[in-house]
């Protein structure tokens, strides 16, 4: 199985920027995807930004399309989320995922999370 720890959330006002990392560690070589998804208060989860290991594939949710990009470091076995102009919807807490299947959007190990707020 795969171990994830995000960071890098924080406070920031609207208009500003925030990148998220998330260290993988654990079985990373058998990784089909991992995505970045985010749970604002009284809402669902929803998937912002998610690729395949080998990069053919890459999703991005139309909330976001042009402000966020999701990169990723392989010898590091770390993925990236870099947020920029930022809104107050965009606050929410953060998390990573991966999975093993050949799906985009449906992840069987998690991170725990790291709280992004943006402020108006």
């Known amino acids: 199985q795969v171990q994830l720890v995000e960071s890098g959330g924080g406070l920031v006002q609207a208009g500003g920027s925030l990148t998220l990392s998330c260290a993988a560690s654990?079985?990373?070589?058998?990784?089909?995807?991992m995505g970045w998804f985010r749970q604002a208060p009284g809402k669902e989860r929803e998937v912002v930004a998610a690729?395949?290991?080998?990069?053919?594939?890459?999703y991005y949710a139309d909330s976001v399309k042009g402000r966020f990009t999701i990169s990723r470091d392989n010898a590091k076995n770390t993925v990236y989320l870099q947020m920029n102009s930022l809104k107050p919807e965009d606050t929410a807490v953060y998390y990573c995922?991966?999975?093993?299947?050949?799906?985009?959007?449906?992840?069987?190990?998690w991170g725990q999370g790291t709280q992004v707020t943006v402020s108006s």
């Open positions: 995922a991966a999975n093993y299947a050949g799906d985009l959007f449906t992840y069987d190990y």
């Open positions: 654990g079985r990373t070589f058998s990784i089909y995807a």
């Open positions: 690729n395949t290991w080998s990069l053919h594939s890459t």
